[in-house]
């Protein structure tokens, strides 16, 4: 189906299957990022986030989303940035990711949501090899879009394993 992020993405022999499709675009800093929209089960602002001990910085703890405990990452303590003060944009996108257990919804905390926008696949690249070592494995492309790069994350892969497994073994 259009819009599903379905489409194989080929340069130089390298595939990215599923780059085609809707993405939320979002701020992290200086930089745009997209996950696919069919990922994205709602947006909301930032809420009381109790925290969980034992937890890497990056997990800021869960919050009750209408009866739901939902754990919540910060994306800019994932990726390394400088942690930031939340402001009245900051929000939280909340993805449905494939665990050990089935599929469980998680929070990233965004410093804004942009806008949902459809990236053909002859408009998306392979993320570039740095030739280092790099946890790239996060992300699917480089969307081109009106002249700027937006860079298209895979939700699976951000959340990563050992993430469920810590979430999933709290649950």
């Known amino acids: 189906m259009a819009g599903e ?25 200086d930089e745009e990022y997209g ?28 919050i009750n989303l209408r009866g739901r405990v939902i754990p919540i990452m910060d994306l800019r303590l994932k990726f390394a940035m400088e942690e930031r003060e939340y402001t009245d944009r900051t929000c939280v996108v909340v993805v449905e990711v ?16 942009s806008e949902v926008m459809n990236i053909l696949a002859e408009d998306i ?25 937006k860079i298209l994350l895979d939700a699976d892969r951000v959340v990563g394993k050992g993430f469920m497994a810590d979430i999933e073994a709290m649950q």
Request: hydrophobic share 40%; glycine share 16%.
């Open 35 to 62: 996950v696919g929209i069919m990922k994205v089960r709602e947006i909301i602002g930032v809420m009381e986030i109790t925290a969980v001990p034992h937890t890497p910085e990056y997990i800021k703890g869960v």
């Open 125 to 149: 690249e392979p993320p570039p090899d740095f030739g280092l070592t790099t946890d790239a494995n996060n992300i699917l492309g480089m969307g081109k879009v009106k002249g700027e790069i």
């Open 5 to 29: 992020n379905t489409a194989t993405v080929t340069q130089g022999g390298a595939k990215i299957s599923g780059a085609e499709g809707k993405y939320l675009t979002f701020i992290l800093g």
């Open 98 to 113: 494939q665990g050990q257990n089935g599929s469980m919804q998680v929070g990233m905390l965004v410093d804004a949501v």
